[in-house]
């Protein structure tokens, strides 16, 4: 579990740094922006191949089990997901829905991680996804400051529903082609129940 932590504190720490807007800008005019970009994404791949290996060695040495996630929550989970994938979707597709959260892949990541937090019940999934969380909502919560001092409050016009729907129709995609194909793939663990 000593890779996962280092994973999220790297990964997490990279994010976090972009809410410091003082420290960053201070950074940006001493290496450039380039430079700076170029040693953000380096150290957030890290930080992801870190998590992905640190979560595989400590699936692969057995859960910690926490509590008992009730089956319920397994498919309140699923719908969550679907509507976090919209949410990703809409972040890239301005309309009503960008509109209406300011900060749709924020919001999506929220779901995402809240959703998984119902679903596992595992020490290392709790630590994962609830840390996950944690950063969404402050990231959330600097990006409303940010918002509020540089009086954006949202006023352009959306470009109309047909940037919705398109959100709804890729976000569906890409999230049936998840649950079938990729989770299992990338993950290694099947969302939908197998028949043996």
Request: with cysteine; charged share 10%; proline share 5%.
């Amino acid at each position: 579990m000593t890779l996962l932590v280092f994973g999220l504190i790297l990964f997490l720490g990279t994010h976090a740094f972009s809410m410091a807007r003082r420290s960053r800008s201070a950074l940006i005019d001493r290496i450039g922006e380039g430079p700076f970009k170029g040693i953000y994404s380096l150290l957030s791949l890290a930080g992801i191949v870190l998590i992905a290996i640190g979560y595989g060695e400590y699936r692969a040495s057995g859960y910690i089990p926490v509590w008992d996630p009730p089956v319920w929550t397994r498919h309140l989970a699923l719908l969550l997901v679907l509507i976090a994938f919209i949410c990703f979707a809409a972040a890239y597709l301005p309309g009503h829905i960008k509109r209406r959260l300011k900060h749709p892949m924020l919001a999506g990541v929220k779901i995402w991680a809240l959703a998984h937090l119902l679903a596992n019940g595992d020490l290392g999934s709790i630590l994962l996804f609830g840390s996950i969380l944690a950063w969404a909502v402050m990231a959330r919560i600097s990006a409303k400051r940010r918002d509020v001092a540089a009086q954006h409050g949202g006023t352009a016009a959306p470009a109309g529903w047909r940037n919705d729907l398109l959100a709804v129709a890729i976000g569906t995609a890409v999230y049936v082609a998840f649950v079938i194909w990729l989770h299992p793939l990338l993950i290694g663990v099947p969302v939908l129940p197998t028949s043996a």
